[in-house]
Structure formats: C-alpha cells, structure tokens
C-alpha cells in the first residue's frame, strides 16, 4: 500500500497548456515536499510547504498543501518543454529525517 | 560546491557477486541517506545515518545489504551476495539539519546484476 498516491502517474501535454498533478494520504505529515527529477539524475527539491493550507509559487509553479496537511498539488501554467520530468511528492511524518515519496509523475510536454 | 558524489555510476556485476557503492555528502551536512529506486516501488529509503551514527535501517530489505560510514565525508551500501532483483538506482542524500526537507541527492548508481 503506498502511503502517498500520485495522479496522474503519467501526463503527455503541448507547450503552453496548463496542468495539476496532485498527491493524496490517510495520513497527516508535518511538511510536504515537491522534487523533480530528470533522466540519469537525481531528485532536485522544488518545494516545501510545512503549514495547511500555505500556498508556494516558484515562477510558473504553484504548489499548495491542503488544510488538512495530508495533501498537496502542484499547477504548471503554460508549461514548456523544459518542464519535462519525473515529479515525486515527499512527506515527513515526525521531523525525524525519513522521507516517504509517492510514485511519481513522468510528465512529457511536446513543443 | 561540490554536491553529493557517488561512485561507481554504472555497475554490472553477476549473480552472487559482493557489491559495493560509494557516497560522499555535502561538507558539513549530518545526515546522510541511502535511498533505492525501481520502476515498480518508486523511491523508498534504505537506511539514514545521523553523524555517522545509524538512526533507522528498516528499510534495508535484508542481511545481505549493509550500510556503513566510517567517517564524516564517506558512507558505503554493500550487497553481498547480490541478485537480479537488487538492480535499481542507489541515491545517496545529504542534510544540513535534522529537517527532513533540506536533502541533496547525489547522481545515483544505476547497478544491473545479470
């Protein structure tokens, strides 16, 4: 059972739309994070957000952590192909160092 | 800055082989974390280590995988004997502090065993 549920898992989209990936749990983690990873590399942290309902913008990346803190979405507005990626959601429970990371989705965006 | 380096890159090896792969973190960082990545189980972490010291290990899937870090600036994940179904990509992370959302990721070992 995967702690952290990812949807979609995989996304194929054209320059210049928009999209939101979305990560969902049972349970209640004290921060969430957003990473991306690219081919032959490793996770890169976009994001934290540690209090519900906070809201984050990194450019034309939205993320929000929901009320409830149990989960998050992250919105791409006019994405390019340089948003090409694997994005993987993270939740730390007690602040104690493990990280529990949803499946990911591999998002494709098509010039 | 140097990031996380980790040796090998690549690694094949055969069937009951003993294998070993490498970590350096980020100078300064406490922490150091070993994660392992496949298709089918995404992201999951082995083992993380808190100054040198280990803190959980439960997610090391068995005996033959060890983890050690003899001092500050080094770490090792050892498979001995290896099978088929440990190939995946090996991360190794480090943190600044105790915040579990202030980890760097290395390039990863992309380990095959025929």
């Known amino acids: 059972t995967q702690l952290l549920e990812q949807s979609p898992q995989f996304l194929s989209i054209q320059e210049g739309e928009n999209l939101t990936v979305y990560c969902n749990s049972s349970?209640?983690?004290?921060?969430l994070q957003w990473y991306r990873q690219e081919p032959g590399e490793g996770p890169v942290l976009l994001v934290t957000?540690?209090?519900?309902?906070e809201v984050k913008k990194l450019k034309r990346l939205t993320f929000q952590f929901g009320d409830a803190r149990k989960d998050s979405s992250l919105h791409i507005t006019a994405a390019q192909p340089g948003d090409t990626g694997l994005y993987l959601c993270a939740g730390d429970q007690d602040q104690g160092g493990k990280l529990i990371f949803g499946q990911g989705t591999e998002l494709s965006v098509k010039p | 800055d140097a990031g996380v380096i980790q040796s090998p890159r690549h690694e094949v090896t055969e069937m009951g082989q003993e294998v070993t792969l490498r970590c350096k973190p980020i100078s300064g960082h406490d922490y150091l974390f070993w994660y392992r990545q496949t298709m089918m189980r995404g992201l999951e972490l082995l083992i993380y280590?808190?100054?040198?010291?280990?803190?959980?290990d439960s997610g090391m899937p068995e005996d033959r995988f060890s983890a050690k870090m003899p001092n500050a600036s080094f770490s090792t994940l050892k498979i001995q004997p290896s099978e088929p179904r440990d190939s995946a990509v090996y991360f190794c992370a480090s943190s600044l502090t105790v915040l579990a959302y202030e980890q760097y990721f290395g390039p990863g070992t992309r380990l095959t065993v025929t």
């Open positions: 957000v540690v209090t519900g309902g």
């Open positions: 349970s209640v983690f004290s921060s």
């Open positions: 280590f808190n100054n040198n010291v280990p803190i959980d």
